[in-house]
């Protein structure tokens, strides 16, 4: 599957909304849980603390795509200022974001000009986003989504954790029962059909 088709299959699966975890919280919060990687201490984070958060991301990336083609998209917030370097050594080239994202993003994107959309497309294996992760624990780069057409599950980390997003209720308890001490454990913004530290459901 190449870019463009797997582009179609995502605005299909997310109704055209732009890959970015916290707006689909809202649209598809039926489809939802997050994890999240933060410490409990106040001091800043460590290389080796953001190396946990890059394993963790990888984890359970690995547990929803191993032996798909993914979709990998990014929205480079100001690449002069944000680490590249990964996604454009997987093949990551630049692509023009549909209208409906850049209508959605308008609030959120502090200068459209200097944003940059790529994506590439790859098979899964564990590992292959490494360097990605790191940079996303870090706060190097602004927004990533990996998609897979096959499901429409999707994970889109951030620096303290991910918003995951996981159709089919069984495989979604399967991920909760296998990562449940890295599930919030109150209730979190968007949340309020859900009882705290729970699985998403879908609705109808």
């Known amino acids: ?3 463009a088709e797997a582009l179609d299959a995502w605005q299909a699966q997310y109704s055209a ?10 649209s598809h ?17 460590s290389i080796e603390d953001d190396r946990q ?6 984890a359970v990336a690995s547990a929803l795509f191993t032996g798909t083609t993914v979709l990998v998209l990014a929205i480079h ?7 590249t370097a990964g996604l454009r050594a997987l093949g990551a080239s630049a692509i023009t974001p549909p ?8 609030g959120y994107l502090p200068d459209l000009s200097r944003a940059e959309f790529v994506a590439t497309t790859l098979s899964w294996q564990r590992g292959c986003l490494d360097r990605v992760w790191m940079a996303v624990a870090r706060d190097f780069i602004g927004r990533i989504a990996v998609f897979c057409p096959a499901t429409g599950d999707a994970f889109c980390p951030y620096g303290g954790g991910a918003d995951v997003f996981v159709w089919g209720s069984e495989r979604r308890s ?7 001490a890295w599930l919030p454990s109150t209730a979190t913004p968007g949340s309020t059909k859900r009882a705290p530290g729970s699985i998403a459901v879908e609705q109808g």
């Open 1 to 3: 599957m190449n870019v």
């Open 17 to 26: 909304q732009p890959p970015v975890g916290f707006m689909l919280r809202f």
């Open 29 to 45: 919060e039926s489809v939802w849980t997050r994890v999240h990687y933060l410490r409990e201490s106040t001091e800043p984070a």
């Open 53 to 58: 958060t890059a394993s963790r991301f990888d």
């Open 77 to 83: 917030l100001d690449p002069r200022h944000e680490d």
């Open 99 to 106: 209208d409906s994202w850049i209508e959605s993003l308008s």
């Open 174 to 180: 399967k991920l909760g029962d296998r990562f449940r």
